[in-house]
């Protein structure tokens, strides 16, 4: 019974998480090429930015 | 007028609210390391928060929707988690140095860590209490005019007229990483990704409607006046008293240091980074409260009280307890450093929500006759493009120090 409870708990942001992504699975934006190429250099950039900030919390970490 | 005065407030309080604890921060150590040098730079970034920042308002005024929720319902799923996770997060940890920023000014007049904490989060709790955004809004204004305390104080060191004149000429004072550290910081200050979601889910709290759009750039454009006038009193400030010979790393440093040269400048320093944490600490959770709220589908409007939005609120207190108790549970050195290094962890991810919001006001069927003009989207991508250099500069600089003469 408590772990029935338990897993009711839990499901619950799980049930919402997934309704979230139903809900906006396709984008309303028209994808130009200009949309794409837009998102493309965004996500080339996070990739960047993400390995440099990594690389200086390692190195932070390794010389502390 | 009287409309005006009716739709005033988001711009001005989003704009001011922008001057928070980290801004001061940022502004104080400009002073006290450049002098004025820099004072042209943040002359040039009123103009560039002000573009951004109405971009909100017509998003927010057509679309009736938050920037989270446009974001999710424009781009889908993938995108929208992402500048979901990465605004709670950003906006936490900017939290955290509004809570540093208010214990430490506070801490000058010898009042305890844990009262600051504690008392904080009460007022801001108790300011959404009756459930009416006109109140909260009047209430957070009062607070935005205690910013300008910096004005006087800026009068009161008699800054030499042809230092600060030169200080207005555009010029960069050598350049080194921890320039460069200094750039970054004052745009990360100036426009941050919390702003933009915080803009345009008050617009939609607030009602604002596009006939609205005109009062609205001017309160945006009054905001930016603001906020650019007071970093540039700080700088004359700290730059006055504090330049050449000291090394501060915070606000509250220099407050400490100046109470000694003029206990009135120092006092007013100290009170003023309080009011900017407070302001902060504010719009900032709220940013968070709304965006979650917005995706979430839960009642997410400052004119509903604790039982008719309960997340609202829950959200809102948590987000502030969490945030106040890592600042009692750290030590200083590491608050310092988490001060100066969330305003670059923000401009690094200012580029995805400035690129989502220019898209999104290019796109005529959902903005309509309200998209860009040609102009407005030269302005926001030479922004976007400026912020994408210099963040992969201090990224190269991070990498090879010694291109910079670091």
């Known amino acids: ?64 | 007028m009287s409309i005006f005065l009716a739709v005033a407030g988001p711009g001005i309080i989003v704009m001011i609210a922008d001057n928070d604890a980290g801004g001061i921060t940022t502004y104080a150590v400009t002073g006290a390391q450049f002098q004025y040098d820099l004072i042209w730079f943040i002359l040039l970034l009123g103009p560039v928060a002000f573009v951004v920042q109405d971009m909100c308002v017509r998003l927010g005024a057509v679309t009736k929707r938050g920037h989270a929720e446009a974001i999710f319902d424009a781009f889908g799923s993938f995108w929208g988690w992402f500048s979901l996770i990465d605004l709670t997060a950003t906006d936490w940890l900017t939290i955290i140095t509004e809570f540093i920023g208010m214990t430490a000014a506070l801490s000058i007049f010898n009042i305890p860590k844990v009262l600051t904490v504690a008392v904080v989060i009460v007022v801001i709790m108790a300011m959404v209490l009756q459930g009416r955004y006109w109140t909260w809004e009047k209430i957070v204004l009062v607070f935005c005019l205690l910013n300008f305390i910096y004005i006087p104080a800026a009068f009161i060191v008699h800054p030499s007229v042809s230092a600060l004149l030169n200080g207005f000429i555009p010029h960069l004072p050598g350049f080194t990483p921890n320039l460069l550290f200094l750039l970054m910081a004052n745009i990360g200050t100036t426009i941050a990704p919390w702003m933009i979601f915080f803009h345009q889910s008050a617009v939609v709290d607030k009602g604002l409607k596009e006939k609205h759009m005109h009062y609205s750039e001017v309160d945006t454009g009054l905001g930016a006046l603001g906020t650019v006038v007071t970093a540039t009193a700080i700088i004359i400030v700290t730059g006055a008293l504090l330049y050449p010979n000291s090394n501060i790393q915070s606000a509250a440093e220099a407050a400490s240091k100046l109470i000694t040269i003029s206990p009135y400048v120092g006092s007013a320093l100290a009170i003023g980074l309080f009011d900017a944490g407070l302001l902060g600490a504010i719009a900032i959770s709220l940013a968070s409260s709304w965006a979650l709220g917005e995706v979430f589908g839960w009642a997410h409007s400052l004119n509903t009280n604790v039982r008719q939005a309960p997340w609202f609120a829950i959200l809102r207190a948590m987000i502030l307890a969490t945030a106040g108790t890592v600042v009692l549970l750290l030590s200083g050195s590491i608050l310092v450093v988490i001060t100066l290094f969330v305003q670059v962890i923000a401009v690094t991810l200012l580029p995805s929500a400035m690129v989502f919001l220019i898209l999104l006001l290019n796109s005529e069927e959902l903005v309509g006759k309200y998209k860009n003009k040609l102009w407005q989207n030269i302005a926001a991508t030479s922004i976007v493009s400026l912020i994408l250099v210099l963040s992969l500069l201090y990224g190269v600089s991070i990498l090879f120090p010694h291109l910079f003469g670091g």
């Open chain 1, 1 to 64: 019974m408590e772990t029935e409870k338990i897993r009711e708990v839990l499901g619950r942001p799980v049930r919402k998480i997934r309704e979230i992504n139903r809900r906006y699975s396709t984008p309303r934006i028209k994808m130009t090429r200009w949309v794409k190429f837009s998102l493309l250099i965004l996500r080339i950039y996070l990739l960047t930015i993400v390995i440099l900030l990594l690389y200086k919390l390692l190195t932070t970490f390794r010389i502390g």
